[in-house]
Nanobody, 120 residues
């Protein structure tokens, strides 16, 4: 069965770091663009970052530029989101999904999400 599994979330102090993983099973990520999204209680889903399947180009929401880095390891069939200098407003459930290249349009979403809580 095809699925995406997010992991790596947890509780971290402001200014700390986490690395989230999006691992695919049942299919390979080589030919798919992958996006990271987040949703906090009472708020709409927000696109955080995505990475192209064509040329590896990346995009970041203004709120995370300079702090987050998305990367792909095709050998491990995994996409990562390195999150540094975390802020309380980064607190949310983070999801990964297959997206249309260069957009936030989800065409495949199998993850259940991983909770990131930034608090002192």
């Amino acid at each position: 069965q095809m699925q995406l599994v997010e992991s790596g979330g947890g509780l971290v102090q402001p200014g700390g770091s986490l690395r989230l993983s999006c691992a695919a099973s049942g299919f390979t990520l080589d030919y798919y663009a992958i996006g990271w999204f987040r949703q906090a209680p009472g708020k709409e889903r927000e696109g955080v970052s995505n990475i192209s399947s064509i040329d590896g180009s990346t995009y970041y929401a203004d709120s995370v530029k300079g702090r987050f880095t998305i990367s792909r390891d095709n050998a491990k069939n995994t996409v990562y989101l390195q999150m540094n200098s975390l802020k309380p407003e980064d607190t949310a459930v983070y999801y990964c999904a297959v997206v249309v290249v260069g957009t936030w349009d989800i065409v495949g979403y199998w993850g259940q999400g991983t909770q990131v809580t930034v608090s002192s």
